[in-house]
Each structure stands twice: as structure tokens, then as C-alpha cells.
């Protein structure tokens, strides 16, 4: 940050300094007049050495500062200090005694951080003990043991000067075997901030308050009307249970005036845990969900929560906007991924939260930007970038930390968010001494930063995207305490992004080769993008075909937002392994519509049909497909009159259908068939068949034999017919009775005969070169039939039978 004694040749204002000196001098009469009545002064050889000593063992004792109460204290105040000290040596401690001390005030912001830095005792900088009142004795500190402190001294007994950051100190006195002289062994430095009245112009404070996760749900829904989600795991139902993370996050911010920034696909994940939902379990089938109920709690009091307060909606699943920049904008189809995200954020925080919230902000990982990343997310709507102080630094020379908001060009405006503060609890901070330290250690960089100048300024805190509870109760109690100081008032993000901009503050947008390295080892690579966008277009495949596209698009789209999230930072296997699963997933449901195998396939004759059958296993019906059966041989084989032919497919969920398509071949021996379905644009869809159709042509020569064959049967059978006639009407004539039984006896005997036979004898007689060994054949012929074959000569050969959806068997055969 830009500020007075940060930079070299600047210092504190005048007033400032006036102030100070006057204290000081205030501050060293009563030590005069000590030291004046003092009978001796020790050798500068042995103060020296005294200090040298102090200094080489000021680390012999562990000291714990647990709590401190007030954080900012006023008039008439006790303060009270707590811990343990833990004796780290291996000599016992003996005669020693915890006390405070009040070092000088500090005037610049990275002074903080300098006396946050030290280490070692410093009877200079750390000052006196407050006073042998003021302490808590040990008669001894055993190795290895720690023992609880408390001491309380009234805030008027500190000595504290004009209203500031003054250096508070915590230390152990005492002595040891090897060293029999009392002397610091342990020293624990915090701050306090000392500012009793309110402050002339108080800084408006922004705190921005993050509600994301890690990716929990997949791409797979169940086959009802439902479509019950898949979790990756139960791990969301932990974080919102209870003491969980996100429960921790959203029961200490309900309480707090913040600005609520909120990954939407969170919202989604929570609210698809109160109803129906399932867990992987490994290589089996899901299990199901039973955290219906801590779902419902969690978002009932989150909905409370937000009402009336300002919240901004994130693009769903958080992109990593650096890595898109950097990475993505080659691929085709990411920026529009990008879109999409943008575009259903809004309205998946309004549907579950039932508030509006701004969706106009983008915010890159920890603030850092570049010329590619502020390009990137001002592509999808958003016009304002929260970036941070360590990225967009101040070069223009300011004597104080400027306003968060500034523009930076085609009507975008940065908003700066303070490094310091919004770092302040990234470490550890499940130990009670780290969060006392953290707690202290931002409300005196607040403080400082408001004492810089009287103009009023707006500041931003965005902290880290995903607190661990312990990181969120110390920014709780940090914020409390701040929002109940004399120093800083509560402002929310919109307000802040739309304050009047400083105007010798920085605009310069960092260059891309600026970006920090760190942070670009943990981005997602090219081949991330790559695989989303092949994931992109296979869905686009699929949908088309579909007649419900929504229970396909929905859930493979918030999957594609989900594989470019923020968390997968740093964790590039797990990313490529979600990645993965999706598009196997979209392969199965795309394959549930294929075509059946076929085997050879035997054609006899010039002309028939081959079905081809197509199966449907989806609940859903599947319409403009196309199928096109394709002879590589059209000189052999045709399709239709051609190489190929084409019909429309329409099949219903669960069911197969059979098409026919009409061939005529042209000559002997195999022809490869080839099956595909077309998406209506032209698209290929599924994999191919491939079959071979085995052409036997009957020749000419071959029609007219059985041709002439069947003729002389017919010949033969009619000579037979009309000499019987003949005997028959000869012997009527002789005697009537005879003649009428043996024609009722005839009748009888040849009745089936006669009604396949014509009524009407030909003109110009009998043939007469038809007896003898041809007649007795064919009425033998003919005799064996009628007994044998029920059917006619004459009835129609059988079609080609129905097409089972089952794969053809071996020699299949299909008649013309």
C-alpha cells in the first residue's frame, strides 16, 4: 500500500510529529528524575552485556497470548491478558513472573509488520514493565509444562499517548541454573489499538463474506421424472452440519453487516440434498442421501440470513478466470462455457434464496489480475473486478492507502481490495494464541490506515474464498470488534465499487508475464479446456436427437461449469479424474441409442430387402435421426437405385425399431454394407455397422428350364383330365346308371384336381406328343404332391420374415 513512511523519503505529517515529541517528553520526566536518584549506573560494557544476555534467551520460554480483553480499549478500561508459558529449555525456571509492556507508538503500516516480525527481546522497542503490580509470579516453570497466565491492569496505568497503534507486550521473567539472574526467557508481541473518542473522518469498511465449496455433485441423475443427482461424496453434508464449515460461516455472518458473495452452484448442491439425492460409493451403485434434514436447516437460516443484505452471485461453479485467460480462451467453446455460468446465476441464487442478488461483479483467485484476466471477465457482463492492493499496486506516490474503487478503462472499474487486511487469516488458526495475534494485528493495520489522512475513504476486506472455521471465527471476532470501533463504519460492495475514486490512485493493469508464479503452477492446463469443449460438443450431438434435451443439456451443462471451478486449483488429478467421469458418463447415455450388430447377410435374386434394426434404451423418445445404409460396391449392390439410401428414425424409450431398405444386385459375390446413423444436421451418431451381403444371381438360362419344366406338368396334368373325361362320357352312353356312378366316382377322386384344372378344353384337339413316359410321370408327380404339400403350385412365395431386435444369426437369409 501506498503511505507516508512506506516509502523512502516520506514520513509522518507534521502534527503528527509535534504530538509525539510532546509525549515523549511528558513520558521521560518521571524516568529523569528515577534515574537522578539513583546511586549508581552500571558500565556500558555490562548494560551491553546484560542486553546481549536478555536477547540470547528471550526464546527459552514459550508465551501464549490467548485472549486480550478489550481488543479496543477506552477510558476506564481494565485490560486483561491471558495465555500459558511453556518452559521450551531443558533447566528449570525459577523466581519468574509474566508482565506487560508498552513499547512506543507506531506510525506506519509496515512498522506493524516489522514489529509483527520480531522475534527477540528488545529492552529499546519493548519497553518497561508496566509495573511489579501488574504481574503474575511463578515459583518455578518445570521443562516441557505449561502454566496459565491472567494479568488485568487499568488502560489508564499503560500510559498510552495520543490516539494510535502502540506495541503491546507479554513477557516472562525469570532465572535459570546456568544463568542465576532475572532476565526476559519469553516474549509475545501484539498491538493495541488505542482510539477512545470517535475519529474525526471514519473509513467505511467493506467485508465481503464468501459462501463457496469444493465440487460435489456429478453429471448423473437417476431415470426418473426426478432425475435424482449423484453426489461425489457426503463431504457437503459435514460442512453445513453443526460445527461444520459452512454452518460455522453462515451462524457467525447472520450477525454480522457484511456483503454475502455467493457461489451459486453451493445453493444448488444444498438444495438438492432436501430432497431425493444419492452418494457414490466407490465401484457400486450409489447409496442414498440422508441429510435431507440438515439441508433444509441450513438453507432456511441462510435465507433469513441474506434478507434485506447485499449479496453477489458468482458465475456458477466459480471459474477459474486466470486459468481461462491464460489457458482457455485457444479452445474453442470455453468462453461461451463462461457465459452460460454467468447466465444462470442469478437465477439459482433468486429461485432458492428468494433475494436478487448483483451479478456484475467477477472475482479472480486472491484479487491477482492481468491485462487477459480483466478481459476475460468482462466478457461474460460483469463490469467491475475485485482485485487486491498486492496486484494493482500504487506507483503514483499516495502518502496514504486510497478508495478501493478506480476505473481502469471500456468502462470497468477495479475495485482494490486492502492486502493486508484481507490476508490477515490465511494461517493457522486453531490455536487461541494465533487468532489473539491476528485479531490485534488487523485492528491496528485498520486503524493506522484510517489515522493516514482526514479524507473520508472506502475500503475492501475480501478474504479468502473458503475459511476453515477456525479461519471464520477469528474473522468474526475481528469484525465485531471492528464494527464496534470508534474508527470504521460498515459499508456494503455496490456502495463501495461506486464511490469516487481517487484520483492519484493507480490504473495501470498489470501485464500477463506480471501474473505471480505461484499462483500460475496451480492453474488448470490447456488439455482441461480441451476436454470440456470435447464434452461441449458431444452434448451438442446428443441433445438434438432427443425429445426432451432439457434432462441432458441442465445437468452436462452445470457439469461443464463444474470442471472449470476455482477449487480444482492445486489439485489437477482429482480435476482430470471429474472430467473423465463426465464425458464417460455422456458416452454411456449416448450409446443407450445404437444400432443392432448384424451378421453376413445372403441375398438370392436381383432384388429383396435387408432390415436394419435400431434400439432405444433411454426413458426418453428419440426423434430426427437419420439412418443411412451404404453399399461400398454399387456396381454389385445397390441401396434404393444408388450407393446409399437414408430414412428418418423416431424411436420410443425403451423399444427397437426395424427399417427396410430395398437392394438390387447386379452380379455374384459380397458386398460390405455399411450402417449409420446421421444427426439431422449432417452429424455422424453412435458407432457404424458393418455387414456383408452375399449376391447369388439365378441366370436366364436357369428361369427358362424350370420355366419349360413347369409347363410340361401342366401339359401333362390336363391330357390326364381329359382322357378320363372322355372314358367317363363313353361308358354314360352305353349304360346311364353306370355311367352316373362312375362319373360321381370320378368326380370324387379327381375333385381337387379339378378345381385347380380350367373348365374350357382348347381348340384343335389333344396334344398328341405328350403320352406315354411324360404323362405317367407327371400324374405320379402330381399325386405325390397333393398327398405331400397341402399348397398350390401357383401360391406366393413367403415375404421376408419379421426382423428380431436380437443381432441376425449366422446365414442370414433374406428371399426377395
Do not use: C
Amino acid at each position: 500500500m501506498a503511505e507516508a513512511a512506506d516509502f523512502q523519503g516520506t514520513s509522518p505529517s507534521p502534527a503528527r510529529r509535534r504530538l509525539r515529541r510532546a509525549g515523549a517528553l511528558l513520558a521521560g520526566a518521571p524516568l529523569l528524575a528515577a534515574l537522578l536518584q539513583l546511586p549508581a549506573m552500571p558500565s556500558a560494557h555490562a548494560a551491553g552485556q546484560e542486553s546481549q544476555q536478555a536477547a540470547s534467551g528471550s526464546r527459552t520460554v514459550a508465551v501464549s497470548l490467548d485472549s486480550l480483553s478489550p481488543s479496543t480499549p477506552s477510558d476506564g478500561d481494565t485490560l486483561t491478558v491471558s495465555g500459558t508459558v511453556t518452559n521450551k529449555g531443558k533447566q528449570a525456571v525459577t523466581d519468574a513472573h509474566v508482565g506487560l509492556r508498552v513499547g512506543p507508538e507506531l506510525d506506519t503500516r509496515s512498522a506493524i509488520d516489522s514489529v509483527a516480525q520480531r522475534s527477540r527481546f528488545d529492552p529499546a522497542a519493548d519497553g518497561p514493565e508496566v509495573g511489579d503490580k501488574y504481574v503474575q509470579k511463578f515459583t518455578q516453570l518445570a521443562p516441557g509444562v505449561a502454566q496459565h497466565f491472567s494479568v488485568s491492569v487499568p488502560v489508564d496505568k499503560l500510559n498510552l499517548g495520543t490516539n494510535g497503534v502502540y506495541e503491546l507486550s507479554v513477557s516472562l521473567s525469570g532465572q535459570t541454573s546456568a544463568q542465576p539472574w532475572e532476565q526476559v526467557l519469553g516474549i509475545q508481541r501484539t498491538f493495541l489499538p488505542w482510539q477512545p473518542n470517535d475519529a474525526g473522518t471514519k473509513t467505511k469498511t467493506t467485508y465481503l463474506w464468501p459462501l463457496a465449496s469444493d465440487v460435489h455433485m456429478t453429471a448423473e441423475t437417476g431415470p426418473g421424472a426426478q432425475q435424482t443427482p449423484v453426489f461425489l461424496d457426503d463431504d457437503l453434508a459435514k460442512d453445513i452440519a453443526p460445527g461444520g464449515r459452512l454452518e460455522q460461516m453462515l451462524s457467525l455472518g447472520k450477525d454480522l453487516d457484511v456483503t454475502w458473495v455467493i457461489d451459486p452452484d453451493l445453493l444448488a448442491s444444498v438444495d438438492a440434498m432436501t430432497r431425493n439425492y444419492r452418494i457414490k460409493a466407490g465401484d457400486g451403485a450409489p447409496v442414498p442421501g440422508t441429510h435431507q434434514d440438515v439441508a433444509k436447516k441450513w438453507l432456511s437460516e441462510l435465507q433469513q440470513a441474506v434478507a434485506g443484505k447485499d449479496v453477489v452471485a458468482l458465475p456458477f461453479a466459480d471459474p477459474d478466470l486466470a486459468s481461462l485467460a491464460h489457458h482457455g480462451t485457444s479452445v474453442t467453446g470455453s468462453l461461451s462455457q463462461f457465459k452460460d455460468a454467468t447466465d444462470v446465476a442469478a437465477g439459482t441464487v433468486e429461485t432458492v434464496l428468494h433475494v436478487k442478488p448483483s451479478t456484475d461483479f467477477a472475482w479472480p483467485v486472491d484479487g491477482a489480475i492481468d491485462r487477459s484476466i480483466v478481459k476475460v471477465a468482462t466478457s461474460a457482463g460483469a463490469d467491475k473486478v475485485i482485485t487486491r492492493s498486492d496486484s494493482l499496486q500504487e506507483t503514483g506516490g499516495l502518502t496514504y492507502t486510497p478508495s478501493a474503487a478506480r476505473p481502469i478503462g471500456g468502462g470497468t472499474t477495479a475495485v482494490v481490495a486492502d492486502a493486508r487486511l484481507s490476508t490477515a487469516f490465511e494461517g493457522d488458526m486453531t490455536q487461541a494464541g494465533a487468532t489473539t495475534l491476528a485479531v490485534q494485528q488487523f485492528l491496528a493495520q485498520s486503524l493506522e490506515l484510517d489515522s493516514q489522512t482526514s479524507r473520508q475513504r472506502s475500503i475492501v476486506v475480501a478474504p479468502q474464498r473458503m475459511p476453515t472455521a477456525p479461519q471464520a471465527q477469528a474473522m468474526a471476532q475481528a469484525l465485531t470488534a471492528l464494527q464496534q470501533s470508534t474508527w470504521s463504519q460498515s459499508q456494503d460492495l455496490n456502495a463501495a465499487a461506486a464511490a469516487k475514486p481517487d484520483p492519484g490512485a493507480t490504473t495501470k493493469i498489470p501485464s500477463t508475464a506480471d501474473y505471480p508464479s505461484s499462483l500460475r503452477k496451480k492453474e488448470l492446463g490447456r488439455a482441461a479446456f480441451w476436454a470440456i469443449a470435447r464434452t461441449q460438443g458431444k452434448v451438442g450431438n446428443f441433445q438434438v436427437v432427443l425429445t426432451d434435451p432439457s434432462r441432458v443439456v441442465t445437468p452436462f451443462g452445470r457439469a461443464m461449469n463444474r470442471e472449470m471451478a476455482t477449487s480444482w486449483r492445486g489439485r489437477a488429478g482429482e480435476a482430470s479424474s471429474f472430467r473423465d467421469g463426465v464425458e464417460a458418463y455422456l458416452d454411456d447415455l449416448s450409446e443407450q441409442v445404437k444400432l443392432i450388430d448384424k451378421s453376413e447377410t445372403k441375398l438370392s435374386g436381383r432384388s429383396a430387402t435387408i432390415p436394419v434394426t435400431v434400439q432405444n434404451n433411454l426413458v426418453q423418445s428419440v426423434d430426427h435421426l437419420m439412418l443411412r445404409l451404404t453399399s461400398t460396391n454399387p456396381t454389385r449392390l445397390k441401396i434404393g437405385g444408388k450407393a446409399y439410401a437414408e430414412q428418418r428414425i423416431a424411436v420410443s424409450g425403451g423399444h427397437s425399431q426395424s427399417v427396410k431398405f430395398t437392394t438390387s444386385a447386379n452380379a455374384n459375390g459380397p458386398v460390405t454394407v455399411v450402417a449409420q446413423l446421421y444427426t439431422q444436421d449432417g452429424q455422424e451418431y453412435g458407432a457404424p455397422v458393418t455387414f456383408d451381403v452375399k449376391v447369388t444371381e439365378i441366370t436366364a438360362t436357369v428361369m427358362l428350364v424350370i420355366g419349360g419344366g413347369v409347363l410340361l406338368l401342366v401339359l401333362a396334368g390336363f391330357r390326364m383330365y381329359t382322357q378320363r373325361k372322355r372314358a367317363t362320357a363313353k361308358e354314360a352312353a352305353q349304360d346311364p346308371q353306370d355311367a352316373g356312378s362312375a362319373e360321381e366316382a370320378q368326380d370324387g377322386e379327381d375333385g381337387a384336381g379339378e378345381a385347380g384344372e380350367s373348365a374350357a378344353e382348347p381348340e384343335g384337339g389333344e396334344p398328341e406328343n405328350l403320352e406315354g413316359t411324360a404323362g405317367r410321370l407327371t400324374e405320379e408327380s402330381g399325386t405325390r404332391s397333393r398327398a405331400d404339400d397341402p399348397e398350390q403350385p401357383s401360391d406366393p412365395a413367403p415375404d421376408t420374415a419379421a426382423e428380431s431386435a436380437d443381432p441376425s444369426g449366422t446365414g442370414e437369409k433374406v428371399d426377395r
